[in-house]
């Protein structure tokens, strides 16, 4: 595994907060490279050298945070629903700047849609219907409501400036989640 320059990671961190600190002042489609490479104090010439264009680089940001969503999953795959939770909101409260702007931009419709899917895929392994009080229950409504209501409680949380603690957060919605998955 080669070693990445420090400068190119300074360099693609200061690009990547630009563009998440710019949605969270304005519309995606209203953004250019140049903005970006202005507020990251870089030329244009550097964002191109790492993205093809702005698109480029909002879907790496995004693969980049679900990909870590989904390595914190199956780190907490032997732990309960709160447990398991509060490492996800502890990742979603040290990312805020960036889930907050993904989650109210109308310019990233892609990331809920991409949240969405990745906690269905995780939480598909937990649900069972063919006995017990979901019997007879339809899998994927099922999935589609809880991951719906996850994904809802997220957005609630940063719409509302995380009026409560992320471990409460957890604790709370593992609490939900844990009465309907048994």
């Not at 390595?71 to 490492?87: I, R």
């Not at 889930?99 to 109308?106: I, N, Q, R, V």
């Not at 899998?139 to 996850?150: C, G, H, K, T, W």
Request: negative net charge; contains cysteine.
């Amino acid at each position: 595994m080669s070693k990445v320059d420090r400068r190119i990671t300074k360099s693609q961190e200061a690009i990547k907060k630009a563009v998440t600190e710019l949605m969270s002042e304005k519309s995606f489609d209203d953004i250019t490279i140049q903005d970006i490479a202005d507020r990251a104090d870089v030329n244009r010439g550097t964002i191109y050298l790492h993205y093809m264009d702005k698109y480029d680089l909002l879907d790496k940001m995004i693969e980049e945070h679900i990909n870590n969503l989904r390595e914190l999953c199956h780190a907490a795959s032997e732990m309960t629903f709160q447990e398991g939770n509060y490492v996800w909101f502890e990742y979603f409260e040290d990312n805020y700047l960036f889930f907050s702007t993904m989650l109210a931009s109308k310019g990233a419709p892609t990331f809920r849609s991409r949240f969405l899917e990745l906690v269905i895929e995780e939480y598909r392994p937990e649900v069972d219907t063919s006995e017990g009080k979901n019997q007879g229950l339809s899998e994927d409504v099922f999935l589609q409501f809880f991951a719906s209501a996850i994904v809802g409680a997220v957005e609630w949380w940063f719409k509302n400036g995380m009026p409560l603690p992320a471990r409460v957060m957890a604790e709370q919605t593992g609490a939900l989640l844990d009465r309907n998955f048994e």
